[in-house]
C-alpha cells in the first residue's frame, strides 16, 4: 500500500512514498522484449529494402580489423601518410624559410635607417620574428599536409578500427579496453586525450589511461619529429630517404604505443592493482569524407589552431631567450649558464644542455622546442643566418649533433612531460596537482630511460664498429 | 581522488549556468539519440557550433549546449550523451534520462539512424514512455537510400503518434523542417499522441496498481506510468533521482504481496 508517511526520517521535507513490489520478480527482462518487439514491428512495417545488398561496411572491417592484415595495414597507413607529409613539405619549407629571412634582412634595414637601439632589433627581430619564423618555415608545411590526411582518416572512421585493433593488447596489460581509443585520440592532441578518458568508468583504468596518454605523440610534436627524421635519418633527396624517414617517425609511434602499453601494465601490476573491465567497443559506420569540409577544418581547427598557439608562445619564448642569451654574468651569459649548467645531466643520455633547456622552456607547447633550441645554439655559434633546414642541418652538426643525438631528441620529445595544457588538464580531470606530478615526473623518467638505453646501445655498437 | 566528470547536475547546469551571459531562451530542446547517429552533426548545424571531433563512437561525454534562434525565439539545445537505451544505468544514460525527465524540456528530439531502424527505434520508445512532446529525427536517410532502404516518414510517424523528420545533418538537408517542427511541438501548436507500449498483461496489472499509488504524489510532475516500469525492473537509481530532483521519497515496504 502507499502511504504519505510524516514520520520518516531521511526525508523530513519531502514527501514520502511507500510502494510495494513483489519483492523476488523482476521483470526488467520482459519489459526489454515488450519495448524490443513493438520496434521490431514497426520498423518492418515501414521499412522497405530496394535489393539485398553487400554490407561494404563489414566486408571492410573483415579486412581492417583482421588478425593478420590488421597490424600491416594500419602501420602501411601511418608510413604513407608520413611519406606524403616528408616528400611534400621540403619545398615550400625551404621557400617559406627565404622568404621570412629575406623580409628579417628587409626589416634590419629599416631599423637602422632609423637608428634603433641594438637591444630593440635583438628583442623584436633576432629574438621574436625569428623564434615565429622557425615556428612557421618548419612546422606549417608539414602541418597543412599531415593534417588534412589525419582528419581524413578520422573523418573516415578508420581510427576507431585502430583503436579496436589494439585493444586486445590494453586487455592483456590489465587495462581498459577503451583506453585504447583515448590513446588513439591522444594522436591528435593529449589534452583531448586526457578528456576523452572520461569514456572509462573505473577510476582505476581511467587513472591509467590519463596518466599515460601523453606517451603518444600529438599533432604538435609531429611536425618537429617529421622535420628531424627528414633531415638527420633518411633525408629528403631520393625516395628511399624519405621512406626512412617516414619509417623512422612510424618507429617513434610504436615506441610511443608500446611505452604506453608497458607503463600502463607496470602500473596496473603495483600501485594501480586490478582486473580489467569489459566492454563493447563498437565500430562506428565507414562515412563517406567531405573533402572540402575536411581541408577547412584541418586547417581551421587544427594547422591555425596549432600554428596559432605555436605562435603566441613563441612571441614571449622568443623575447625572453634572446634576453637571457644576451644578458652576461661574470663573461657567459645566462642561457650559456643555464644550458652548461644541464649539460652533464644532458650528455648522460646523449643529448645536451641546450636541448633539456629547449624542452623545459618549450612546457607551454612542444611546437617551440626546436625554435628555442635554435635560437640557443645560434647566441654562441659564428652563423648568423639559417635560410634553409640545409642550414639548420648544418648548425645542428656544428654543435656535435649525431645520428644518435637526433634519435634521442625525437625519443625524449615523444616520450618526455606533457605539456602545460595537458598536464592542467590532468589536474582538473583527477581533482589533484599529485596525480599531474606523477604523470609529469613518471614520463620524464621514461624519457631518460630510453634515451640513456639508445646511447649505451649506440655507443656499444660504436665500439664494435 | 576523483571528481566525478559529471560532476555538476545537468539541471543546474541549464537553469542557472548558461543563461548568465545570454537571455534565457524561450525553449529548451532535448537531444538524444544513438550513439553514431549523427547526432553531433544536428546539434552542430542547428546552432553553428563547431565542435569537431570526428567520427568516434562516445565522443559526447558531457552534454554540449548551444542556441539558434527561429522564428525570433530563441532555442537552447542540449546534446545528450549518446545512449543505445535509457535503462541500463550508465553515467551516460542517467544523464539523459534525468535531463528528459526533471529538466521538462520543451521538446526532446531523438536522432535515429535510417540506416538501422529497428535498433534505433528502441530508444525512440522509452523516450516516448517518459515524454509525449518527441519529435523524431531520421537521420543520415542519405545513406539509406545508398544503402537501398527506405522509410515511410508519414506511416512511421502515424505509428508512433509523434512527427518524424527525415533528415541528411550532414548536407543540412532537413533541417529547416526539423527546426519548424520543433517549434510547433514546443509552442503547443502541435500535439502529439504517443504509442503506448504494452506489456504482458501481469506486467500491465502491476503498472495499473503502482499508478495509482504514484499519480498522487508526482502529481503530474512525472509520468506514473513511466516510473512504474522503472520500479517494476527493479532501477534503484530513478528512486534516487525522484527524490533529489522532485523531493519525493520512494520507498520499497518489504511486506510481499500475496501471490
Redesign the interface.
Known amino acids: ?2 502511504s ?1 508517511s510524516a514520520t ?1 526520517e ?2 523530513a ?11 523476488k520478480i ?3 527482462d ?3 522484449s ?3 518487439s ?3 514491428t ?10 539485398p ?1 553487400v554490407d561494404w561496411d563489414d566486408r571492410i572491417d573483415d579486412i581492417l580489423t583482421s588478425k593478420v592484415l590488421g597490424y600491416p595495414i594500419m602501420l602501411l597507413m601511418l608510413a604513407i601518410m608520413l611519406w606524403i607529409t616528408i616528400s611534400g613539405a621540403n619545398y615550400p619549407s625551404e621557400i617559406l624559410s627565404k622568404v621570412l629571412f629575406h623580409l628579417e634582412d628587409k626589416l634590419t634595414g629599416l631599423f637602422e635607417m632609423y637608428n634603433a637601439p641594438d637591444w630593440l632589433h635583438g628583442i623584436l627581430l633576432s629574438g621574436m620574428y625569428r623564434t615565429v619564423a622557425w615556428v612557421v618555415s618548419v612546422m606549417l608545411p608539414p602541418m597543412a599536409i599531415f593534417f588534412p590526411l589525419f ?1 581524413f582518416l ?4 578508420y ?2 578500427r585502430v583503436a579496436f585493433n589494439l585493444d586486445h593488447w590494453f586487455k592483456r596489460a590489465g587495462v581498459h579496453g577503451k583506453q585504447a ?1 583515448t590513446m588513439s ?1 591522444g594522436f ?1 592532441c593529449n589534452a583531448a586525450g586526457v ?2 578518458a ?2 572509462i ?1 573505473s ?1 582505476r583504468e ?2 591509467i589511461a590519463i596518466l599515460t596518454n601523453s606517451f603518444v605523440p600529438c599533432n604538435g610534436k609531429f611536425p618537429a619529429l617529421i622535420a628531424l627524421a627528414s633531415t638527420f635519418v633518411g633525408g629528403t633527396g631520393t625516395r628511399l630517404g624519405t621512406a626512412i624517414s617516414a619509417a623512422a617517425v612510424v618507429g617513434l609511434v610504436l615506441v610511443g604505443i608500446s611505452v604506453t602499453l608497458l607503463v600502463s601494465l607496470i602500473l596496473s601490476k603495483t600501485v594501480l592493482r586490478g582486473v580489467p573491465s569489459t566492454f563493447t ?5 565507414y ?1 563517406k569524407p ?1 573533402i572540402g569540409k575536411i581541408l577547412l ?1 584541418s586547417i581551421l ?1 587544427r594547422t591555425l589552431f596549432v600554428l596559432r598557439r605555436a605562435v603566441v608562445v613563441a612571441l614571449p619564448a622568443g623575447a625572453i631567450t634572446w634576453i637571457v642569451a644576451n644578458i652576461s654574468l661574470g663573461g657567459s651569459s645566462l642561457l650559456h649558464i643555464a644550458s652548461s649548467g644541464l649539460d652533464p645531466v644532458g650528455r648522460l643520455i646523449g643529448l645536451d644542455g641546450a636541448i633539456l633547456l629547449a624542452f623545459l622552456l618549450g612546457l607551454p607547447a612542444n611546437e617551440i622546442v626546436i625554435p628555442i633550441l635554435l635560437m640557443n645554439y645560434l647566441s654562441t655559434s659564428a652563423m648568423v643566418e639559417l635560410e634553409t633546414p640545409a642550414a639548420i642541418h648544418e648548425l645542428l652538426v656544428s654543435k656535435g649533433w649525431t645520428l644518435v643525438t637526433a634519435l634521442n631528441f625525437m625519443l625524449f620529445s615523444v616520450l618526455h612531460f606533457p605539456c602545460g595544457t595537458t598536464l592542467l588538464t590532468i589536474r582538473n ?4 596537482f599529485k596525480w599531474a606530478a606523477v604523470a609529469a615526473g613518471m614520463t620524464t623518467l621514461a624519457a631518460f630511460v630510453a634515451c640513456w638505453l639508445v646511447t649505451r646501445i649506440a655507443s656499444v655498437l660504436g665500439g664494435l664498429l | 581522488m576523483f571528481r566525478s566528470a559529471y560532476s555538476s547536475s545537468p539541471l543546474k547546469m541549464i537553469r542557472n549556468g548558461v543563461t548568465a551571459a545570454s537571455p534565457p531562451p524561450d525553449y529548451t530542446v532535448a537531444l538524444a539519440g544513438n550513439p553514431n547517429t549523427g547526432k553531433s552533426t544536428v546539434f552542430n548545424n542547428l546552432t553553428g557550433l563547431n565542435q569537431h571531433t570526428g567520427n568516434w563512437a562516445g565522443k559526447t561525454v558531457a552534454q554540449a549546449r548551444g542556441t539558434y534562434v527561429h522564428d525570433g525565439k530563441r532555442v537552447l539545445l542540449v546534446d545528450l550523451p549518446g545512449t543505445y537505451s535509457l535503462l541500463s544505468h550508465s553515467p551516460e544514460e542517467q544523464i539523459a534520462r534525468d535531463f528528459i525527465c526533471f529538466a521538462h524540456p520543451d521538446a526532446t528530439v531523438v536522432v535515429a539512424d535510417a540506416t538501422c531502424l529497428q535498433r534505433n527505434l528502441n530508444l525512440v520508445l522509452q523516450v516516448m514512455e517518459m515524454t509525449s512532446k518527441v519529435v523524431v529525427c531520421l537521420n543520415l536517410i542519405d545513406e539509406a537510400e545508398r544503402k537501398g532502404i527506405e522509410v515511410d516518414c508519414g506511416r512511421l510517424s502515424k505509428e508512433l503518434g509523434v512527427p518524424v523528420v527525415p533528415t541528411a545533418a550532414r548536407s543540412g538537408y532537413g533541417l529547416d523542417n526539423l527546426k519548424e517542427t520543433i517549434d510547433a511541438l514546443a509552442s503547443g501548436r502541435l500535439s502529439t499522441r504517443p504509442l503506448v507500449v504494452r506489456y504482458p498483461p501481469t506486467i500491465e496489472k502491476e503498472i495499473e496498481r503502482l499508478e495509482k499509488q504514484l499519480s498522487p504524489v508526482l502529481a503530474g510532475k512525472l509520468n506514473p506510468r513511466w516510473v512504474a516500469l522503472r520500479l517494476l525492473d527493479g532501477d534503484r537509481t530513478i528512486v534516487e533521482s525522484i527524490e533529489k530532483h522532485l523531493g519525493v521519497l520512494i520507498q520499497s515496504d518489504k511486506r510481499k504481496v500475496p501471490a
Open positions: 500500500m502507499l504519505r520518516n531521511t526525508a521535507n519531502s514527501d514520502s512514498v511507500a510502494f510495494e513490489t513483489p519483492a523482476r521483470f526488467e520482459e519489459i526489454v515488450a519495448i524490443y513493438h520496434a521490431d514497426i520498423a518492418a512495417g515501414v521499412m522497405t529494402k530496394r535489393r545488398m582528419t578520422e573523418d573516415l572512421g581510427l576507431p581509443l585520440m591528435g578528456i576523452a572520461r569514456i568508468e577510476p581511467r587513472l567497443l563498437e565500430l562506428p559506420p562515412r567531405q577544418r581547427d580531470e583527477t581533482g589533484s
